[in-house]
């Protein structure tokens, strides 16, 4: 009985030095501490619950045929798949090569400039 008489006499001395915040601050630890166990029990407890994204699948059919794109280049040469030239005939040459102009030329010429020193640094 004296231990306990002499621990609550440091408790009490304790409380008049410091004041009640450290023991409610203790308290609120406490409390949240069992709430941390229950709830992880409770967790444990219950059995996971199998989650599927989707109930069932159902295979895509499609119900109309496919449209080419509406554009100026649509009506005339577009193709649902084909097979590509190795060369170009000159009518295709015609149609989709430029030449490109000297500042084209200069302003890739400039690019490609930066990217070397970029990747190169200050290596000698």
């Known amino acids: 009985m004296g231990k306990i008489k002499n621990a609550v006499e440091s408790v ?3 409380v008049a030095e410091k004041g009640k915040f450290p023991f409610i601050l203790a308290a609120i630890l406490v409390f949240l501490f069992i709430g941390a166990v229950v709830a992880s029990i409770i967790q444990c407890a219950s059995k ?10 159902e295979p895509y059919i499609s119900t109309k045929d496919l449209v080419p794109p509406n554009s100026e280049f649509g009506s005339i040469d577009y193709y649902f798949s084909r097979i590509p030239s190795d ?3 000159e ?5 989709w090569f430029t030449e ?5 030329i200069d302003e890739l010429g400039n690019a490609n400039d ?11």
């Open 48 to 57: 996971p619950k199998k989650i599927t994204p989707f109930e069932t699948t």
């Open 114 to 124: 930066a990217i070397i020193s970029e990747i190169t640094g200050a290596a000698p």
């Open 12 to 14: 009490k001395k304790f």
């Open 91 to 95: 009518k295709e040459v015609d149609r």
């Open 87 to 89: 060369k170009w005939s």
């Open 100 to 104: 490109p102009t000297q500042k084209e």
